[in-house]
């Protein structure tokens, strides 16, 4: 019924816009409806969008028949819309930057491995393309050898924005950084300590994610969809999987759902206590760092003894679970799960009466609603700016379409609005993993798994603890994969980041960063 209502949102604003779209399937990638269009009604159909309200997820594309086949995806109460578009190899395709400013990136990394040309793309800098391939080197085509990488030249000639004036500084920092985190590079202007101005470069952790997926078979494919991003492993195996399913037809079993649901919620939970305790640390309480990381590690060891990893890595597989849990199991996780909401609902306490702390996390890396709404926030960055959105409540998929998934949200949009999103999530999903593990239905835990004979595709769509993520999967004629891509919501919050820490001092963005906590691996595949 949502897809019913977006469609007919969508052609009425395609009317009054005087554009007329292409053959609309409401099965070939369902839960989403495909929209047919022609390379030169690209740019109006996206405009058309935009007047309904639509909100902008996600950019891919393949290569087909010599040319390209490109893919846009929009959202609207629930409701999933896919552009996609045929195009030759020569041919030009509109940039819809100036309409949804999120799609500047995704279209770079496009033309970087695929050559697709953009026309009026407002920032023609490669964004993904990596030092070691050629200028003609296009490493997502099928002419383009995985195994045909060279030792890759130092990178310190990406032409940053310039700034100059009297009193402005300019302040690299990373690609490495004195932590363990992941490699990015941020250049900084600045006027005394106060932040102008904050541009990215990441693509040093790019792993070829969507190159070394082709030819892959189902079950391969999940274990690298499990690895996009090490600690949203649940999360991206689910998705890849779910689209894999939806493109074969298989019904995967009510038990494997609700296990799939369990798992999902306890990466939730151990992801939104470490980023709470990182926050504290970086404004100095080491108390409340040291409080929530002691509960993460039980949690943590809890994951391995029941299911074999702590971070819960090829739990999930196509059809279902590779995991279990017995009776003894499931009574020890709901006790342990109200304990540990109980606990770190008491240690959340402490930092909100910390006078000190809150003027550190008040009013710092502010996004406003309005610009959460034009980037197409989701996860905690978008409900701490007031954009209400979760695909378990919004577009709920099994086990969710069973349960009430309460959403957080608040309007400041600052660090603290985005710590607390996650503090009421760790209660929200204690809840949801009682919930789950006394409904638990008997059952298998995985159907067996068929190889497609035919041409296929799905779409699959969850909420991982940062946000939505949709993977788009693609099966050849002999079953095995001809295209994956699997979209983070990274790649919306990395450019949220960039606008949040202008205006605030350089100390705080250690804050601002950790706050928003973007996944470098998740971003470059």
Known sequence: MKVAEALSLFLDACLRNGVEPGIVDRDLLAPAAVIAAQPAQWRELAFAAKTADMRWC???ARERDGGYEAFSCFEWGGAYLVMRCALDRGDELPSLASIYPNADRPERHAHDLLGIRFGGQPDARRWTRHRAWGEHDYPLRADFSAAAAAPTPPDHEYPFV???????????????????????????????????NLEQHLGYVHKGIEKIAVGRDAAGLARLAGRVSGDTTVAHAWAACQAME???????????????????????IANHLGDIGAICNDAAFAFAFAQ????????????????????????????????????????????????????AAEVIGILEDSESLEDRLMRTGRIEAELAKQ??????????SGQLFDVRADAPYAPYDQLEVKI??????????????????????????????????????????????????????????RGEIISYVRFDATG???????????????????????????????????SVNGSYSGHDL
Not at 174 to 187: K, M, N, T, Y
Not at 412 to 419: K, L, M, P, T, Y
Not at 494 to 513: K, T, Y
């Open 162 to 196: 310039q700034a100059h004036g009297p009193g402005i500084v300019e302040i690299p920092v990373g690609p490495v950084h004195a932590g363990i985190i992941e490699p990015g590079h941020f250049r900084f202007q600045a006027m005394g300590e106060i932040i102008l």
């Open 408 to 465: 957080p949200h608040y309007r400041a949009g600052d660090v603290a609005a985005r710590a607390k999103v996650r503090a009421e999530e760790i209660g929200i999903s204690a809840e949801l993993i009682v919930r789950l593990l006394e409904t638990l239905p008997e059952g298998p835990v995985s159907s067996p798994w068929q190889a497609p004979a035919r041409e296929c595709e799905g779409l699959g769509i969850v909420e991982g603890w």
């Open 480 to 514: 095995k994969i001809a295209r994956f891509f699997p979209r983070d919501p990274s790649w919306l919050s990395w450019p949220a980041l960039e606008l949040c820490v202008q205006g605030n001092i350089v100390p705080d963005f250690p804050l601002c960063n950790k």
């Open 292 to 343: 929530l990381m002691r509960l993460r590690e039980d949690w943590l060891r809890e994951s391995f003894a029941a299911f074999g990893h702590r971070l819960l890595m090829d739990s999930i597989v196509p059809g279902g679970t590779a995991v279990d849990v017995t009776s003894a199991q499931a009574t020890k996780m709901k006790e342990h799960a109200r304990a540990l909401a109980a606990e």
């Open 246 to 268: 939806r493109a074969v037809k298989l019904e995967v079993p009510p038990r494997a759902l609700a296990l799939r649901g369990l798992l999902s919620e306890r990466e939730r």
């Open 375 to 384: 980037l197409g926030l989701t996860g905690y960055v978008g409900k701490a």
């Open 58 to 60: 996600a950019f891919w």
